[in-house]
């Protein structure tokens, strides 16, 4: 058990079952009443964000968790197959566990997915990741990077909007965290 005083962001705890994340909290100490602290709290299952507020001293129950990291193999019948690169096991991931994350997966890929025990709970993409352009309409001459935007297909089926230069076969870095493109590579 730990109380509001080991807060810390990334802290993951179990609240009635499921396990939510600490994204940020702030502890508040007010004129008149007794403190307490004040969090923003991620669910790691659905995503979901709340706000929470707990009393100062309040206990919660902290889940140990495992980092591993695994490389992406391929999709097969709704099954994402990882790889643990130390012992070459195989684990099968459901397309609930990778969710909205699926469209960063490309072959031989490194991710990180946090285990309860056996249990995994979590699948983490990297940052950023660099994926080529499969389609997007041809760029037009004397096209600037203050130009303007177009849509791109990239090799994964992921849409994002480019600058007007990008040409399809280029290889664009993407921020995972926003979906958006950062640079061409």
């Known amino acids: 058990m730990a109380d509001t005083s080991d ?23 007010p004129g008149k009443g007794g403190a307490f602290v004040r969090t923003k709290i991620k669910n790691l ?3 979901q964000v709340k706000d929470n507020t707990f009393r100062a001293g309040e206990k919660v129950k902290e889940v140990r968790v495992e980092r591993r990291t695994y490389q992406y193999l391929y999709e ?34 490194e991710i990180d997915i946090l285990f309860d025990g056996d249990t995994p709970l979590v ?19 004397g096209d600037t990077a203050q130009g303007g935007n177009k849509p791109a297909t990239l090799e994964t089926g992921l849409l994002v909007y480019v600058p007007l230069f990008v040409n399809s076969g280029d290889v664009l870095k993407i921020d995972t965290r926003t979906g958006k493109y950062v640079t061409r590579v």
């Open 7 to 29: 807060f810390r962001n990334g802290m993951i705890m179990d609240m009635g079952g499921e396990y939510w994340t600490i994204v940020e909290f702030q502890h508040v100490k």
């Open 123 to 141: 699948v983490e993409v990297p940052n950023f990741v660099e994926l080529e352009v499969r389609e997007t309409e041809p760029g037009l001459r």
């Open 76 to 109: 097969s019948g709704g099954l994402y197959y990882m790889m643990d690169k130390s012992s070459y096991e195989q684990i099968p991931l459901s397309e609930a566990m990778v969710d909205d994350k699926k469209v960063y997966f490309k072959e031989n890929i």
């Open 45 to 47: 299952i659905t995503g």
